[in-house]
């Protein structure tokens, strides 16, 4: 039925009465309670609704007219969308600061107490599923069509806790007290199915087609999220797909009529989105991993050409209308997918379907560490998927005789550039075969990718590879983050950087300034203040709001190299207790790390051991005079980076050169005006190359000095020997000195430091410690590092995802921003 006036919907009123009234609607009869008798979530769930209907209105119109446009649209494929809190995102984006402020304290009720009741949405592992939120949120501000497709799982990334400072992990039920940020939409459910095998047949004109004949099948029911752009009407749509048993669940491994093995049945249907994997790194091949991928991509791709497009669209123009973009392997399968459906279902011959297919993917990699590389057995492929095992197979054989061609007498090339190898499927190989593009996310990092993880692929196709170096967006880590500093830079050069971050380039000659730097200054004691009085509620931590905050947040991971961290600590306590440093030189510092562990990786759940007891010692031991505080806040998530990070001095990017792809709270942290102290890794080579080295502090080995010390063979032990602060550094962690005198505890992880070190901490040691030296010396001068600071933040616009976004549009994309009237 048509609507019967203008868009087919009223928009709410933005100002402070239609808030109120509109408030005390949703609490009364959203959620049936009066005001007097409301809870808390009562509260939380009515505002939330309230300030949705702003950015409801918007969205209705963008849909509606992306149809119209027939423009381009981005179809970000994604495992992971780590969303963080969505309130006051929302706030800022429909301009209701002023009016929920108001409102709500007319009603005698407090904004800060009702977004604390957000539970955040946790879907996503670290910087890759941080990136996909930040890119998601930079297409809806730049007005680009874009749908992020992902998957709504019902428990996010696990909860961290410490036990005697040992990582425990308890599950993440989010969305226990309801979620007001989603629409489900279960009358457009789609059928995935699994298992089974093939058939091939003759058509009516002779022509042979095979179709595949599935054992099982799930439903996937979409549940939509908006995508507000920052005040510009514009609002793009993310779509979570959770898994549903089909209704009669149809498994015919079941006995029919069994109703207990029916209800079995369909616990194991719905298994499929209920949680996230939680390692970052080292995949494991598990089965279920691979339905969660087959999952929502096929739910992704029918949704798009089948529901999305316009019923009568014409397929052969398929990359005029779509670009999927691939974040890392794991969505791979949608490639064979696509091809499945033109092939089996549209009926295109198979090389006019390869055609479409090629220009309608593009494949952004996210990692060095060939242990990361994602490859699923054949075996297990062929039983899940025998149709896509299939194409996946002759994908293969023409794209070998292709190498075959270009490079002939060479044997090996087409073996080693191969997708199906002799037991597993490559899916690095598959994305980069399919894709229009292949990405890096920093420059390092795209080099690398070329020279050392596909090297036969860029000597094959040089064009295909590019860099986009990685952003993050200002609106969440700058203007909502840190209100006081996006207060200071806005009173200082307008508030136009909030939409172009370039513009923090205005506020450089404000770097020599003293007036500037002082209120620079203030702005940073604001932020710890903050910081020590979220931690002490939080979890009744002690930090102290003078002296270097001196921050490491990321992922536990070995080639991070938290432990190279933990070696300076333990260096300047076994240098005041030994008496080889008097307490007075020391700079006072707080050490403030936040890292998940994954569940099964042993040695990053010793690392975080480690941490927590050299933290207790240090903390306690009055010797230090309160100079040194380790503060480790369990279970950091995008809210609490967004206490860290505004606080922060100091910056910790100290990973092994050519390990961290690109690193994005380097990027956060440096907007923020802390200093980094940093390796030659990732996107620290360009942070430094903008600020300038003298507001930089580099140390370490450089990638191909790397290379050249393990070729030549390295010797962590002559490393410890050479330096009397790493010996007695090590010495202390091996006495027991930590763990109350039990000597065993960390023994393997000293030992595997002095014997193996994969990453090379030992080596770079005493260049980390010298480079610490030299931090504290420009700590003592304080207007020369906040002139410092304040550099970071004014050359750090090129870090906004929205210049990414601008270059993955015009390299990869080629997507248009539609015009939105407001
Ligand atoms: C794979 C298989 C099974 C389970 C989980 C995974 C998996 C999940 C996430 C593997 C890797 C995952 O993320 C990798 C990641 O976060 N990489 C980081 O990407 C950032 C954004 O590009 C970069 O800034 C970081 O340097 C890079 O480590």
Avoid at 233 to 248: F, H, M, Q
Avoid at 569 to 583: C, D, M
Avoid at 789 to 814: P, Q
Wanted: aromatic share 10%; net charge negative; proline share 5%.
């Amino acid at each position: 039925e048509p609507p019967r006036r203008g868009l087919g919907h009223v928009a709410p009123r933005h100002d402070v009465e239609g808030f109120v009234g509109s408030f005390m609607r949703e609490l009364n009869y959203g959620q049936g309670v009066s005001l007097t008798r409301s809870s808390l979530n009562d509260r939380y769930l009515a505002l939330a609704r309230t300030v949705r209907h702003h950015l409801q209105s918007r969205w209705m119109a963008a849909l509606a007219q992306q149809a119209d446009d027939q423009a381009k649209t981005v179809c970000y494929l994604s495992a992971e969308f780590l969303l963080g809190r969505q309130l006051d995102n929302a706030i800022l984006a429909s301009d209701l600061d002023d009016v929920v402020e108001e409102g709500l304290g007319q009603l005698g009720l407090s904004l800060s107490t009702l977004r604390a009741q957000e539970i955040e949405p946790g879907l996503g592992n670290g910087g890759l599923g941080r990136l996909a939120a930040c890119f998601i949120d930079s297409l809806a501000t730049m007005s680009v069509p874009c749908v992020g497709y992902g998957i709504r799982y019902e428990y996010g990334i696990f909860r961290q806790s410490f036990e005697d400072g040992w990582q425990r992990e308890d599950t993440d039920p989010w969305l226990a007290l309801g979620n007001p940020w989603e629409f489900p939409h279960p009358e457009h459910a789609v059928t995935v199915n699994f298992g089974g095998t093939t058939e091939h047949y003759e058509d009516e004109d002779g022509a042979t087609r095979t179709r595949w004949l599935p054992d099982w099948d799930v439903q996937g029911v979409p549940y939509n999220y908006m995508v507000p752009g920052f005040r510009n009407g514009r609002v793009n749509t993310l779509r979570l797909w959770s898994a549903k048993a089909t209704r009669g669940f149809n498994l015919n491994s079941f006995n029919a009529g069994d109703y207990v093995d029916a209800v079995r049945a369909e616990t194991f249907a719905e298994k499929i989105s209920m949680v996230l994997y939680p390692e970052d790194s080292t995949p494991q091949g598990k089965e279920l991993r691979l339905q969660q991928q087959y999952f929502f991509v096929a739910c992704s791709v029918h949704n798009f050409i089948n529901q999305v497009l316009p019923s009568d669209f014409d397929l052969h123009k398929l990359p005029d209308r779509v670009i999927f973009q691939l974040n890392d392997t794991h969505p791979v399968i949608a490639v064979p997918e696509l091809m499945r459906v033109l092939v089996d279902e549209k009926g295109f011959d198979w090389d006019e379907a390869w055609t479409i297919t090629q220009q309608c993917f593009a494949y952004t990699c996210h990692t060095l560490l060939p242990e990361a590389l994602e490859e699923w057995s054949i075996e297990l492929m062929g039983r899940l998927l025998p149709r896509h095992l299939e194409i996946i197979r002759r994908i293969d054989e023409e794209f070998r005789a292709e190498v075959a061609a270009a490079f002939p007498g060479d044997e090996a090339m087409p073996r080693r550039m191969a997708i199906v190898g002799d037991h597993t499927v490559r899916m690095a190989h598959l994305a980069t075969v399919a894709g229009s593009k292949v990405n890096g996310v920093a420059e390092l990092h795209s080099q690398l990718l070329r020279d050392k993880v596909l090297p036969d692929f860029s000597a094959l196709w040089p064009e295909k590879f590019t860099n986009v170096t990685n952003g993050v967006t200002p609106r969440r880590f700058l203007r909502l983050a840190n209100r006081n500093l996006s207060s200071l830079i806005t009173e200082a050069i307008g508030p136009g950087w909030v939409t172009d971050l370039d513009r923090l380039r205005e506020l450089e000659p404000f770097a020599d300034d003293p007036a500037f730097r002082e209120r620079f200054r203030e702005v940073k004691r604001l932020n710890k203040a903050t910081l020590a009085r979220t931690l002490q509620s939080r979890n009744g931590i002690e930090m102290p709001t003078t002296g270097i905050v001196d921050i490491m947040v990321k992922r536990l991971h070995e080639y991070k190299r938290q432990t190279l961290k933990v070696l300076h600590i333990v260096s300047l306590y076994e240098g005041v207790v030994s008496g080889r440093l008097a307490v007075e030189d020391v700079t006072p510092r707080v050490f403030a790390f936040g890292a998940k562990a994954a569940p099964g990786y042993a040695m990053a759940k010793q690392i975080i051991g480690l941490i927590n007891a050299v933290g207790a010692t240090v903390n306690a031991d009055p010797r230090l005079d309160g100079r040194l505080t380790v503060v480790f806040p369990p279970n950091y998530d995008v809210t609490l980076a967004e206490k860290l990070i505004p606080a922060a001095d100091l910056s910790e990017q100290i990973s092994l050169a050519g390990k961290e792809a690109s690193g994005t709270g380097n990027m956060k942290l440096a907007l923020n005006g802390a200093l980094t102290i940093g390796t030659d890794d990732g996107a620290n080579i360009e942070i430094r190359r903008l600020v300038g080295d003298e507001n930089f502090f580099l140390f370490g080995l450089l990638e191909p000095q790397v290379e050249e010390l393990l070729a030549k063979g390295y010797d962590p032990a002559s490393y410890a020997a050479a330096d009397p602060r790493l010996t007695s550094a090590l010495d202390l962690i091996a006495s027991g000195a930590f763990t109350g005198g039990d000597a065993s505890v960390f023994s393997g992880l000293v030992d595997n430091l002095l014997h193996h070190d994969r990453f090379l901490a030992l080596a770079d040691f005493s260049a980390y410690m010298e480079a610490q030296d030299r931090v504290d010396a420009a700590y003592a001068d304080p207007e020369g590092w906040t002139r410092s600071a304040v550099l970071n933040v004014a050359r750090c616009g090129f870090f906004s995802s929205d210049r990414a976004m601008r270059e993955y549009i015009d390299k990869i994309w080629h997507a248009q921003p539609v015009v939105t009237s407001l």
